[in-house]
């Protein structure tokens, strides 16, 4: 396909451990219905605390994937 | 369910009335198809007018809710 | 006409009852000397206090209106 | 004081109500600590969502206050 | 529909010839999906270089077309 | 004039071929009653689509040109 | 008049000086057509280079002013 | 409390390590004086640079909690 | 201290003379409470208008200082 | 090379024709002193306008290209 | 040198495993060339998807450096 | 040449005296290496404090100068 069309959604992964597996996980997810993902984008990084420690991490990414023309 | 991830969707309310009740449409219209909504951002308010009155009002929000894991 | 032009004018609305009513005091005022309004957007809101207490809303908002070819 | 000085602190208010409440519930309480509150600015309007409805609007804003030279 | 709900969604179109045919594309693509298409918002103009010069545009949009009450 | 004052008018274009040509028409709107434009600057670019095609660009500049001293 | 709306207005300034300069000859002659100015803001602050120096300073700000109710 | 009302300070935390641990020893330090934070949004990412390596990450944070009504 | 924490505030400070003492009056005022201030950062300037000349200057900053660990 | 490293930088292509063939003369004009020229992002929009038409069309882009590891 | 110039370059460093990863593997590369690197800020995270899961982390900082008076 | 191509470089200026001069010393450190400076844009204003005072003015720029074709 010589010009492709390519759709972003908009997901938050959450993550006790780093800003990384938050990704991680959020790219995994979208994997399991959409299987063509190319890339993704950070758009936010923000966190719940508990306790005075962070106990979630959540990244909110683009993750484009493209789409038959 | 211990890190969650999260779908982000951005809808445009409109109310001849106000920003609350164009928002409430527009998050009452996306609990119709999805069920566990959790959060919203007001992300662009605009509106149309007519005979020098706001005619509609028009608030851009993202919708965020939990996707299984 | 085919392809209209259209100049937005920026307004600050003031109100002491809510976003709504200084936004539409903007829009009424704008209306006595251009009639042609078409639609407006929130680009700031603000406000004064007194007395620990909103005295006024302030906001801001860019108003469009055709122009005549 | 010819020349003032001003602090601006940054607050969310929360209301069930409307954007306007839970501005005015973030002034009252600032005011509670700090008295002479000058103006503020909206920076954020989010919510929570529970049932399909809009639970809690959260307005995050920033107030100003003159302080002693 | 006295008070309509959109929805937006993002996407990019690439085109090797201009800015404009790559929206076009997506807008098209989004069509064979979508039926009720309304206006779309440009928001990066981003593309690919080989040999020295742009081989594709990419232009990313939102798109907005309504949903049913 | 050693030291000129400019002002800058906020102007939405619309085209149904293309970015350019939306630019231009305000351009020469503007040029009908201000002589001295000298330059503009695109801050947003938008569009109606009808029938899965766009309809129309709507492309809105701001425009500066020198008033006198 | 207890609700005022305001019309804010863009203008660039130039000055061989300094910003201050620049800010105030677009506030004088602002001043020369509109005689009820309240505030500005500074927007963009940019300039002209020649032989490696600073040839103009040219700030850009809105200025706003009352109309009548 | 129902409407509770948010504080948000913003700190600078640093790490030789990571994103993740400049940000927790900004928390780590926040809780020494408030107790009940809530959560917390990454505003800018920075570092310092000696002998061609990362030597400090520095990861601006607002860090929210709740302050009694 | 090998990690050091810092805190940033906001202020506003006004002068009838320059940016240059806007900034100065702020960051002399905040020294008054805090000693161990490091950076600021300037994040608005505006002013008042009064007789068609700027009568004061209103530069917001953000200012860093440490915080013990 | 596994991790490769890239470099932006930013250029301001002019034409008399279009917004694509001022982006294409800045990358043809890269092209001369840099060869692997990989992608470029538009970041700003502009023209000079002469008799009321569009005299030049100012596009500015940042274009990316891999350096050696 | 009292008051010294910085220059600031921009570049996106990749990596297989982190985002400190691929900042250290830009800031090393630099390094090679320019030898008085100081600080740098973050200005985009982005990254490739492969089979579901990142293939690469792509981080865009800006980095400053002393270049002599 | 018809259609100049522009290059921009971001610099930091630095002086203990104000705004302006920052801004003249990172000019006049570019003009040494570059000659046919034309224009700049001032994207940052930050500064070092101590003692209570500013101590150094920092000035971030863009700095742009026409390339041959």
Redesign the interface.
């Known amino acids: 396909m ?15 451990l ?3 597996d ?10 399991k219905t959409v ?1 063509n ?6 758009v ?6 508990a ?4 106990e ?2 959540q990244v ?1 990414i ?3 994937f493209s ?1 038959d ?1």
Do not use: C, M
């Open positions: 010589k010009d492709p069309v390519y759709k972003l959604i908009e997901l938050t992964g959450t993550s006790t780093s800003v990384e938050a990704v991680n996980r959020a790219v995994k997810r979208a994997h299987k993902l190319r890339w993704f984008q950070v936010d990084t923000r966190g719940a605390i306790k005075g420690r962070v979630h991490w909110t683009k993750v484009g789409v023309g």
